[in-house]
């Protein structure tokens, strides 16, 4: 990577970081069905040929990805969650008037300009891990996301 390039992840990262901090200074706090957990379709592993839909409803668990725990905690928290094949219809799930705050994982890229295009709704950004190569078979630290949900939803 180019120094340009490097510098360039490195600013949308400091914004992203600030807009996780204010974001929790906000203290904001919704019922879970006003709570959106976005997921990119990067996590879902490639050798996977389930046609998982947007709900992610016909994922078997089988634990080759983290899709399946995703799919189990959103169960487990009553919230709304969603797969979005890139920012056009991931805004869209954002737009729904049900959802008034957002976890979204993603890379560093998708989630600055997510978070700048969902503007004013709130967004905690989770960054994915790329393993292996950008866009193919990433992961995502599942207690980094059961914390960004709860630091958001009503107690
Ligand atoms: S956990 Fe779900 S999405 Fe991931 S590989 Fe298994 S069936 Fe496919």
Redesign the pocket.
Known sequence: MGIFGDSTWMFRRVLIDLNNRITRARSVRVAPGHLLLLAPRCL??T??D?N?GPE?LH??????????ELVALGRELGIICRMAAGGREALAFVKDERVRAVVAVACEKELFEGICASLPKPVLGVYNQQNNGPCRDTSVDMAAVRRAITAMLEN
């Open positions: 879902q592993h050798g996977c389930h998982l992610m994922c078997q668990a089988c634990g080759r990805c983290n899709i399946g």
